[in-house]
Structure formats: structure tokens, C-alpha cells
């Protein structure tokens, strides 16, 4: 077995790098491993984050924020090797940084920003402006998104397309849930329809979520009404 010194960088970040640097170059497994074989275990870590947050301690937090750190580490580490365009944690930092002051105007540059609906006006013009190749307000959104963290990201989508989407009323009668809580009565209860007719949850709201998408890109390409 090859012997390998503990990282000894006084910075707890670098030394968390350098830590797996030197697991990346000794143990067999994680030399073995690329992006993609890491996926699975990306999603993990998230999942146990997100219960972390919700339902954990602070001890639970601080080690599963960790955890994902692992995996950022991880994947930058394997990039650094890339024979064709490599890059490094440092370069994710910097990469990170520099979005991070363009978007946020009111803190770095000379925007004025007094409530949060501000904010994310600047912050949705600095990212226009970042991604100005893309011809489409789905461009970008990730379909393997939970279903229904995916309805809501494209119900916002559909709204600023001016597309009309079903109000709370329509979509559950007269009196809508009024908490989380009971939000998440009506969606077991859904659950249980769904369940009792045979049918698949899941699937039902990813086709239905497919039909929204072409719905979207309709309302974006069909031609703007004239005044009279």
C-alpha cells in the first residue's frame, strides 16, 4: 500500500481538497470512478441533505452539508485530470464568485435593490444577460427535477410567457388548502385516487407536465396580439 501524508493546509477548505487529491490518487475505488458513475451517489447525498434541513439535528446539518461538499470536491477533482479541458476547485470557485457579484448588483455594484421582489428583478436581468444564447424560457430547466419541484418551476415559466394556467379555485375547489399541511392532505389524498384506480402518479403529472412544455413554446413563438 502506498503511504500517503495527511493533508496539512491550514485552510479548512484547501485541506478538504488536498484531502481528496490524495484519496483520488491511492484508493483504487475512487480512481475507478467518473461523473457520471458518481451521479447515484450525488442524488443521495442531496436527499439526505434536504431531510437534514427539514427534519434533522444541527450536528445532521453540519455533516451532510459535508457530505455534498464531498461530492463538489469530488467531481472537480476528476475534471482536473481531463486531458482535454481541465479544470479545478479553484476554477469552480472563481467561476462561482464572479456569477455571484454579476447577480448581485445591489451588493457589488451600483444597483439599488429595497425589497426581495427587487433582487430577483436584478437577479433575473444578470442571468438573461449571461444567457443570451438561449431561445426559450425552458431552456436550461432540468427534467429530472422531482415532479413536482419540476410543475412548479414550470408553472412559473408559464406565467411569464403570459400563459393562463388553472387558479387555486379551478384546481381544487372553493376552498383551497390553506397551510403546507393541508396542501399536503389534498396531494396524499390525489395519491389515493391514483392508487385505488390503478393509475400512476407519477407518470400521470409527467405527461401532463410534457403537454405544459409544448404549451409554453406555443405562447413563446405564437405572434403578439395588435391593438387596435
Known sequence: MTDHAEPVAADPLRRAADTMKAV???CVW??????????PYLVEESAELIDAVEVGTRADLREELGDLLWQVLFHAEIASRDTDDPFDIDD?????TDKMVRRHPHVFGEETARTPEDVLVLWNAAKAAEKRSRTS??????????????????LGKADSVGLRTPTDAETVGTVPPASEEELGEALLRLVVISRARG???ERALRGRLRSLQREIREAETAPADLEE
Open 30 to 39: 475512487s480512481q475507478q470512478i467518473d461523473h457520471r458513475a458518481l451521479v
Open 199 to 201: 393509475w400512476d402518479a
Open 137 to 154: 424560457v425552458l431552456d436550461g430547466v432540468s427534467e429530472r427535477m422531482p415532479t413536482l419541484a419540476l410543475a412548479q418551476k414550470l
Open 92 to 96: 469552480v470557485a472563481r467561476t462561482l
Open 24 to 26: 483520488r490518487d491511492t
